[in-house]
């Protein structure tokens, strides 16, 4: 069972990315799939999720109308889609499953490894 988190890279402000969040092992669609990000020197953010079954997406205020996140039932992968970056977006993104039906900030039953983003001109 392994969640890979991938599509970090350096952006310029006001650039895009798309990341990704593939699973091995385990059905994507089963769970409630969430976003963290952690800057360095703060802690973990939750930044949004799309739930199981209906698929219903919600996101932190800070990044709402910029993500966008999605699943792909057929690629097993889910994607957050990143627009309008800001240098303050810059973190280290998680993804994490969940197999309860709300979204939620802890109690993850898998996480995957990050992927670094970097806003900066």
């Known amino acids: 069972v392994q969640l890979q988190a991938s599509g970090g890279g350096l952006v310029q402000p006001g650039g895009s990315l798309r990341l990704s969040c593939a699973a091995s092992g385990f059905t994507l669609d089963y769970y409630t799939i969430n976003w963290f990000r952690q800057a360095p020197g703060k802690e973990r953010e939750w930044v949004s999720c799309?739930?199981?079954?209906?698929?219903?997406?919600s996101y932190v205020d800070s990044v709402k109308g910029r993500f966008a996140i999605s699943r792909d039932n057929a690629e097993n992968t889910v994607y957050l889609q990143m627009n309008s970056l800001k240098p303050e977006d810059t973190a280290v993104y998680y993804c994490a499953a969940d197999s309860r039906y709300t979204c939620s900030i802890n109690g993850m039953d898998y996480w995957g490894k990050g992927t670094l983003v970097t806003v900066s001109s």
């Open positions: 799309i739930r199981r079954r209906d698929g219903l997406p």
